[in-house]
Every structure is written in C-alpha cells, then in structure tokens.
C-alpha cells in the first residue's frame, strides 16, 4: 500500500492506494473514516447514530463521500506524480 497525507483546511485526510494495481483503498479522517470497498459499512460505522434522518439521505451522502474521495485520491496522486 502506498499512503498520502494531506491536509485539507482543517482536516488532515490519508489517501490509501494499493501498491500493485495502483487502485484507490481508502480515504481516512479524523473524525470519518471511508473504505472504498467497504462502502455503505465503513460509512456507517464512522457516522454517530443521532445524524441518521433516513436511508435515502444516507444513501445520497454515500454517494456524495465516494465522489469526493475518489477525486480527491486522483488529484492528490496526479499532484505526486504518481501513476494511478
């Protein structure tokens, strides 16, 4: 596994990429957590029960995580000039 950290604003956020196929792991926050593979587990599992307001909308900020990380694992590894 290759890892990155960055800052972003205030957070600090740890890209991980697998070290052979150069495929997106992981993105890591202090206070969230995602697991690219893991998806709908990993996110739950970071979020505190009291924000649940309903499946769709947890759904839809799913969707809106997976997107951001997944661009901002790019962009970080295209800064690096990193092949992934």
Not at 32 to 48: I, N, T
Not at 55 to 66: F, K, P, Q, T, V
Not at 68 to 84: E, H
């Amino acid at each position: 596994m290759q890892n990155v950290l960055v800052q972003e604003g205030t957070d600090w956020i740890l890209y991980v990429s697998c070290a052979e196929c150069h495929e997106f792991i992981a993105r890591y926050n202090v206070n969230r957590c995602y697991h690219h593979r893991a998806g709908m587990d990993s996110y739950l599992k970071s979020m505190p029960l009291a924000n649940i307001s309903s499946g769709y909308a947890i759904l839809e900020e799913l969707a809106a995580l997976r997107r951001d990380a997944l661009s901002g694992f790019q962009m970080v590894f295209k800064a690096i000039g990193s092949n992934r």
